[in-house]
T-cell receptor
Framework: GDSVTQMEGPVTLSEEAFLTINCTYTATGYPSLFWYVQYPGEGLQLLLKATKADDKGSNKGFEATYRKETTSFHLEKGSVQVSDSAVYFCALIETSGSRLTFGEGTQLTVNP | DGGITQSPKYLFRKEGQNVTLSCEQNLNHDAMYWYRQDPGQGLRLIYYSQIVNDFQKGDIAEGYSVSREKKESFPLTVTSAQKNPTAFYLC????????????FGQGTRLTVV
């Protein structure tokens, strides 16, 4: 079945540091890929998405590129802020699917 | 504004009691989902529904029940058969047939004492 694997957390960075959160997936077809963000005590919000190979999703300074050859969708940001502290989830859905499959989540803490 | 509303935000129940969590959406989405979130374990799918009066079990359906009598509503009942019900519960919805994004509610934190 489909699965998503994220790098183990938690991740702690200083403000303005470079962020990478790794995400790899296993799927039988050609899935769409997502990054969701969850702030403390809240639901999930869509951060960015990519629907086909080589697509780059971007939002609020975050970027991720759909790499079919490495089955990856790593999240990056050039300069993190304290307000980026949250849990980040990688997810996928198959082309003909109707449910999202999530990774384990990565807790990011950014210190001033 | 359109969105998904979960209520209540916090819920306390005694062990052995059934409890129902509410989820309502006004996005006119066909599909609705219930996820359970435990620390360090990500999101696990409990049940989902693609159409009124129909629903499917997810990965951890045991001890839970749902209904979908209206397109807008997808309540989740946590029964006394659920061995470890204390968790954060998230409801989501999406359009069909092609899911391009799922919208989430703010969640309900259930504590069983």
């Amino acid at each position: 079945g489909d699965s998503v694997t994220q790098m183990e957390g938690p991740v702690t960075l200083s403000e303005e540091a470079f962020l990478t959160i790794n995400c790899t997936y296993t799927a039988t077809g050609y899935p769409s890929l997502f990054w969701y963000v969850q702030y403390p005590g809240e639901g999930l919000q869509l951060l960015l998405k990519a629907t086909k190979a080589d697509d780059k999703g971007s939002n609020k300074g975050f970027e991720a590129t759909y790499r079919k050859e490495t089955t990856s969708f790593h999240l990056e940001k050039g300069s993190v802020q304290v307000s980026d502290s949250a849990v980040y989830f990688c997810a996928l859905i198959e082309t003909s699917g109707s449910r999202l499959t999530f990774g384990e989540g990565t807790q990011l803490t950014v210190n001033p | 504004d359109g969105g998904i509303t979960q209520s209540p935000k916090y819920l306390f129940r005694k062990e052995g009691q059934n409890v129902t969590l509410s989820c309502e959406q006004n996005l006119n989405h066909d599909a609705m989902y219930w996820y359970r979130q435990d620390p360090g374990q990500g999101l696990r799918l409990i049940y989902y529904s693609q159409i009124v009066n129909d629903f499917q079990k997810g990965d951890i359906a045991e001890g839970y029940s749902v209904s979908r009598e209206k397109k807008e509503s997808f309540p989740l009942t946590v029964t006394s058969a659920q061995k470890n019900p204390t968790a954060f519960y998230l409801c989501a919805s999406s359009i069909l047939p092609s899911v391009t994004e799922a919208f989430f509610g703010q969640g309900t934190r259930l504590t069983v004492v």
